[in-house]
């Protein structure tokens, strides 16, 4: 069966977001910025106030360093654009959400489906993978425009906020919906029945590791 | 004498290639996996990255926004002499490094460790990495650039004799495993093995398995080769495909390197060269000719001598 194939706003109506289903693939219209945790640091623990109008410019928060430079004149060339693993930045996200209403987060490997439940679905937001990893010089053509790069003296060019004007962007994957529920975590369910048999006749480790007991009165021999 | 000139600006062809077109190796041994997959939504992503290679080499620019560490293996044939000396080309490597982040551009990924500063231009303390090998004969020098992408996909363990083959496989599994749900080593992937060595050489002997070596190459030892082509067959029949999804391609090929460990141990690490497989390599000669290539051709029968004397083992041989 092929994937659903949907166009959607970045700043998307919550009828839009409803009707997103678990592995449709999305193409993204409008402004969509970069932060990571430069941007949230420098946001929501250094309290520095966000250069740009959120939600009403841009609902989508992409987990990405693009491969881009600024030329002398000012202006900025773009490459390749491409996500990067969205489980570290949990720490911030709730409160992110809260103070932005990002509705879209878009990233690298998704986050869980008690990320989903507990701040996502109260927030109206769902999850949107990237694909590959990572497409970036397709989804690096559906850049319009880089509207603005923010914060590039304080943060550095990987860590800054980017503004980007998408047309047609894509794909992504849509990793999480209304319910909370988690595509990642549906695929793992059906990979983990054959787990045994490809496991069958191999031996643990002579030595063991910390993290194989969480019991650090455990010897690891 | 090499033309220390002619060193910067071929490597910094290397950077731009390694960046923007796919080995054709890797391309072919994912065309290859592309026909077979069935599931459907790693189906759907393994043609994505077909486009996408495509979509890089038309417009030029990075196949892949996370650009990598850049890093160089030089190999010097015995009778090379470089231009200006060893730091001449350490110089003329980092320089190439720095100019192609902005040409490209690529990402600027390296910064401090601690204060996370970023030069935005790839290069630092130990950035880019670069190691040197040597051959018998020749007055060239291999220049290969390999911009190895991810933070996931890689582990080293400490096993030991009565860990044998089962405990082999079982540390090869626990890393597709663990590394592959949600396509974490944005897998299908290169799967390097290093076997032996000390703890470093072990990570040494499993990354170059990963980066130096093509798919479809084998390791001389017939045992070896056989292992790695059952070590392919495992880690594809786990039932997971690209991104994690439900499939059946996760391992383009498999790797192994060996060297010789301590007698009580068994050492071993477990390498994923990414979707983006970039590495890019180029001859030089004293004469100014330059041939690229895509196969670093690391592992010779010299890099994997076991005896004291080279030559007059060969000599026997022949």
Known sequence: ?221 | MIPIDLIQKTAESLMDKAAIEIPEDYLDGLKKAAETEDGDLSSFVLKAMLENYEAAKEDRRAMCGDTGVPRWFVKLGNDARVEGGMCALETALRRATASATNGVPLRPNRVHPLWRTDHNNNVGIGAPEIEYGFEPEGEWIDLITVHKGGLFGTDYRMLFPSDGIQGIKRFYLDSLMAFGKRGLACQPAIIGIGLGGSKDICMTLGKRASVLRTVGSRNSDPRIAEMEDEFKELGNSIGMGAMGFVGKNMVIDCNIEVGYCHTGGMPMSVHAFCLSSRRAVARIYPDGRVEHRTDPDWFTPYQRRETVEWDPMREAAE
């Open chain 1, 1 to 221: 069966m092929k994937p659903r194939e949907i166009r959607l706003s970045t700043t998307p109506t919550p009828e839009a977001i409803a009707e997103l289903r678990l592995g449709d693939i999305v193409y993204l219209d409008g402004l969509m910025y970069t932060a990571r945790e430069g941007v949230y640091m420098r946001a929501l623990e250094d309290k520095a106030n966000i250069p740009m109008e959120l939600p009403s410019e841009s609902a989508a928060n992409f987990h990405c360093s693009p491969a881009a430079r600024i030329n002398a004149d000012g202006s900025f060339d773009m490459g390749a654009v491409t996500a990067t693993a969205s489980f570290r930045f949990a720490k911030w996200l709730p409160e992110w959400m809260e103070k932005t209403g990002a509705k879209l987060i878009i990233g690298k490997g998704g986050m869980s489906s008690k990320d989903y439940k507990s701040y996502f679905v109260p927030n109206g937001a769902v999850y949107l993978s990237t694909v590959g990893y990572g497409t970036g010089a397709l989804l690096g053509r559906g850049v319009e425009n880089v509207e603005a790069v923010h914060w590039n003296e304080e943060l550095g060019l990987a860590q800054a906020m980017w503004v980007i004007r998408c047309n047609k962007m894509g794909p992504f994957i849509v990793a999480s919906d209304m319910n909370g529920d988690c595509l990642f975590e549906r695929e793992n369910a059906k990979i983990a029945q054959n787990i045994e048999r490809v496991y069958e006749g191999t031996k643990p480790a002579v030595l063991k590791r910390y993290g194989e007991s969480d019991d650090r009165s455990d010897e690891v021999i």
